[in-house]
């Protein structure tokens, strides 16, 4: 479905451009007075600038203001379990591997060495959520795992020869 409106879309699109297109070729070999034309396209071009700029910028305003966007998603009561998570070449190190359904879980997670990446999977190994893992540096990752099972952590960031051996596993009980 979402692939033939992007598909329609884009041969309108396409069809628009190619009519422009024309247009511009056929009117190129029209001699005209340009003064008069600059003069009026200057004032709409400066018109179109500072509405550009207002709509973008109240744009930017609106749809940024929530940013940094990783916040906690529990309440502000709540007190998260905190699990501390350091990559290595080429493993994890994970203070707690064993977590409970509905608990507001914190990671901090860093690395040993070189950059990886820390990603969440569930048991269809559909991503959850994930940060980067920097050496001397901490990311927080916020999750509440609604579901008990088992969990996959992976390195999603490619770090060396035995990159893709590096998972490991949560536990998530009821
Ligand atoms: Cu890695």
Not at 33 to 51: G, H
Request: charged residues 20%; proline residues 3%; hydrophobic residues 45%.
């Amino acid at each position: 479905m979402i692939q033939t409106v992007a598909w329609v879309v884009s041969l309108i699109f396409m069809v628009i451009v190619t009519f422009v297109f024309g247009f511009v070729v056929l009117k190129s070999t029209e001699i005209k007075d340009y003064e008069l034309i600059k003069k009026k396209w200057y004032r709409a071009r400066t018109f179109y600038a500072v509405i550009l700029i207002v709509f973008m910028l109240t744009l930017t305003i609106y749809t940024l203001r929530e940013l940094p966007y990783n916040q906690p998603v529990y309440s502000a009561g709540a007190e998260p379990t905190v699990v501390h998570v350091e990559a290595m070449q080429f493993g994890w190190k994970i203070s707690q591997t064993e977590l409970k359904a509905g608990d507001p879980i914190e990671f901090k997670v860093t690395s040993k060495d070189v950059n990886h990446g820390f990603g969440i999977y569930d048991e269809e190994m559909n991503m959850l959520t994930q940060t980067q893992a920097m050496p001397e540096y901490t990311n927080n990752v916020y999750i509440t795992f609604d579901e008990p099972g088992i969990y996959n952590i992976l390195c999603m960031e490619y770090c060396g020869l035995a990159h893709h051996a590096m998972t490991a596993e949560i536990t998530v009980t009821e």
